[in-house]
């Protein structure tokens, strides 16, 4: 099963399973922010097609519905987005080399950087360095186009659930959200700086809501996660 | 909360193409710069942990301060849901599925068998 249409429907096969379950249920969750929030099904799906990364899209909603101005919304969505980069460094070494041993085009690459983020991210890290080299790439673009179209059909479905289901079902996917999020997290707390950058921005992030409910996100997010940074340089430092 | 509820309001499109040029922008500049960065340096384990903050504030707040419908559930609801939610993704050795099903559907019946609470 190395050539590449075998290699390809192995990976749209795994791409359907746990992972892409759990993220139609994330994305559901948007789906149903999209339309609470009053976003809309046109400009949710475009967020998904052009962002594919829902942290990001989480922050964009949210301070648009609360009418915050373009740029906190373009500094918040830098500032999260940002970790996207890293992971595209440490992957891409893994997917240059085309079939036969041949280099991947350049464009090739920079399309298929679109569908990196954090569970396509995660399951090639852990897939590509098993798989012979020349069939990376027709794992990864299966792979990644599978998740891409899971998380389309996600978004749609949960903006059309959130009308038509009885109101408790409606919160509970908007609700689904801050929870998919928090588990997330709660998954890789293996490193000290992130625990501490989560702790002190689940403190901070409610406390300067009232003050400044556009800002305080950024504020939050900038104090916060260099004190973190701060912190675990510090005691690193002393612990040797 | 005007306007059409599928196209939405005419507002959204700026902000969203901003939002989607700096998302490129991040994974863009890693195919360029590739090779000539460390993912392990300084420098993006600052960015990583601005990140989780960033995240980790907007979690809370959606929880703490929900702006859209969710405030129709009281604070109450919220919390119990959550830690709901955790109790059973911790039960189920960290399953980010389970803990989910459990959260949504904490928050529904509690919603439901205690509607006074809304």
């Known amino acids: ?240 | 909360m005007a306007g059409n509820p599928v196209m939405g309001t005419g507002d959204v499109w700026l902000p969203l193409l901003v939002a989607a040029a700096v998302t490129y922008a991040a994974r863009g500049l890693g195919v360029a710069l590739g090779g000539r960065l460390d993912p392990n340096g300084a420098v993006f384990r600052w960015v990583g942990c601005v990140a989780y903050a960033l995240l980790a504030g907007l979690v809370a707040r959606m929880i703490v301060f929900p702006v859209g419908p969710l405030a129709a559930a009281g604070l109450g609801v919220r919390l119990a849901a959550t830690a709901m939610a955790l109790g059973v993704f911790w039960i189920t050795g960290r399953s980010v599925l389970w803990g989910a099903v459990a959260g949504v559907a904490g928050l529904i019946l509690l919603l439901w068998l205690a509607p006074s609470i809304v």
């Open chain 1, 1 to 240: 099963m190395s050539e590449p249409s075998g290699i390809a429907r192995t990976a749209v096969r795994e791409a359907l399973g746990m992972p892409g379950l759990v993220l139609f249920a994330s994305y559901l969750g948007f789906g149903s922010l999209a339309r609470e929030t009053g976003f809309g099904l046109g400009a949710g799906l475009v967020s998904t097609a052009t962002g594919w990364a829902l942290p990001g899209q989480m922050a964009l909603v949210e301070l648009w519905s609360i009418g915050a101005s373009l740029l906190a919304v373009g500094l918040a969505v830098a500032l999260t987005n940002t970790r996207l980069l890293p992971m595209v460094v440490t992957l891409l070494p893994l997917l240059r080399t085309g079939a036969a041993g041949r280099r991947a085009p350049r464009w090739c690459l920079y399309a298929l950087a679109h569908v990196i983020a954090v569970t396509t991210w995660a399951n090639a890290m852990r897939r590509l360095p098993d798989l012979p080299p020349e069939s990376r790439l027709a794992w990864f673009t299966a792979y990644g186009a599978t998740l891409f179209m899971v998380t389309m059909a996600g978004t749609a479905g949960g903006f059309f659930l959130a009308g038509v289901v009885p109101e408790p079902v409606t919160l509970g996917l908007v609700f689904l959200n801050p929870i998919y999020f928090l588990m997330l997290f709660a998954v890789d707390l293996k490193q000290r700086a992130r625990v501490l950058a989560l702790a002190f921005g689940l403190v901070m992030g409610p406390l300067l809501h009232p003050v400044a409910p556009t800002y305080g996100l950024l504020v939050t997010g900038l104090t916060a996660g260099t004190l973190a940074f701060v912190l675990d340089f510090y005691w690193s430092r002393r612990g040797r």
